[in-house]
């Protein structure tokens, strides 16, 4: 019995020897996914340092990683004898935030801060609010909830036209399109209604000058032209009828008594 006692022991002191041995050690890093974010950093934060492989530990690899600014998710996987891959699969930035003094910074749709850039990417949509972005890796504060509410709720129709999104002070946004059309949708409430509007009055008849749609009050969209400064935007705007994309409205002639005399 002691001799069979002592052959377990040796067998797995044997063991425990082999796996932490040098020759089973992780030396090498394989990285998938990887665009913005880059090889070196992700090798950085694995921190292999000569260790025995079978103490890398796939999860604790994988949330450092995922501390990484613009890394959603890492899956981290060991490779006998030696290797580790890690498969990341990166934050999609949604917004370009201005930082004055500093150019800007690139944002997801969650508001986290994924990278630094001199200026907003062509083709971004800008977000100005009322809060100062932190380093990359942080996430925006309050403030910034109504603009990233309202980039959320974006129809699929209008993502190529939005240029801008603003949050007031007091949380009200307004939008920029394309074309010199301004949005007003006021608090970020009922944003679905609000965009269906929207989306009513651009459709029936799409506009050719600058505009102001106000669509606060989603039953009620208002339009006119774009306020003059220091103006608020109901000065230059009329009610038009609400009116659901596809069926027919009356928005020609409602623009037709716009331009005419108050």
Partial sequence: ???????????????????????????????????????????????????????????????RVEALPWVAHATVTRHWPNDVSVTVVERVASAAVTNPG??????DAEGRVLSSVPTAPPGTVVLAVPV??????????????????ALDAVPPLLERRLEQVD?????????????HIGVTLGPAVE?????EALLSVLVDVPPK????????????PAVGPPAPPGAGAESAARTVPAVRVG????????????????
Avoid: M
């Fill in 1 to 63: 019995v002691a001799l069979t006692v002592g052959g377990v022991v040796v067998v797995v002191s044997g063991g425990w020897a082999i796996v932490h041995s040098p020759v089973l050690a992780a030396r090498h890093v394989t990285v998938v996914g990887a665009v913005h974010t880059g090889v070196g950093p992700i090798i950085a934060a694995v921190g292999l340092n000569g260790q025995p492989l079978v103490d890398v530990n796939p999860g604790r690899v994988a949330a």
């Fill in 102 to 107: 500093h150019g800007a910074v690139l944002v």
């Fill in 132 to 149: 100062t972005p932190g380093l990359p890796g942080s996430v925006l504060g309050a403030p910034a909830a109504p603009g990233l509410a």
């Fill in 167 to 179: 949050v007031a002070d007091d949380g009200d946004v307004t939008l920029a399109l394309t074309g």
């Fill in 191 to 195: 944003l679905a209604a609000k965009f």
């Fill in 209 to 220: 000058v600058p505009e102001l749609i106000d669509v606060t009050v989603p039953d009620a």
């Fill in 247 to 262: 069926e027919s409205s009356h928005a020609p002639q409602v623009r037709q008594r716009r331009r005419g005399p108050s």
